[in-house]
């Protein structure tokens, strides 16, 4: 069995730094790309942000030049660094990411963590 965790979020004032981290665990044969995701009250769930296995980065151009997404991938982690926070900010933030098993290695599936809040105050 393969999950995903976050760990890191919490309350910032606004202006603040924040980082959040995604661990995968279990079975894994490979991970491919990697990603945040947020929600915020009221409002579908968004991209922030994805990182491919070579490191390829994407960003929403909300974040652009504030958060940076970036992978261990002995660790099997993703963080994201989260500057320059602003209330709008506020989320819930969840990682996805491509997981292929040791029992099934030619299939990635998508996966998601239970995810983490984020508060930025004013």
């Known amino acids: 069995q393969v999950r995903l965790v976050e760990s890191g979020g919490g309350l910032v004032p606004a202006g603040g730094s924040l980082r959040v981290s995604c661990a995968a665990s279990?079975?894994?044969?490979?991970?491919?790309?990697m990603g945040w995701y947020r929600q915020a009250p009221g409002k579908q769930r968004e991209l922030v942000a994805t990182?491919?296995?070579?490191?390829?980065?994407n960003y929403a151009d909300s974040v652009k030049g504030r958060f940076t997404i970036s992978r261990d991938n002995a660790k099997n982690t993703v963080y994201l660094q989260m500057n320059s926070l602003k209330p709008d900010d506020t989320a819930v933030y969840y990682c996805?990411?491509?997981?292929?098993?040791?029992?099934?290695?030619?299939?990635?599936?998508?996966?998601w963590g239970q995810g983490t809040l984020v508060t930025v105050s004013s």
């Open positions: 279990g079975t894994i044969f490979g991970i491919n790309t």
């Open positions: 990182i491919t296995s070579g490191g390829s980065t």
């Open positions: 996805k990411a491509g997981i292929a098993t040791i029992v099934d290695r030619y299939r990635y599936r998508e996966l």
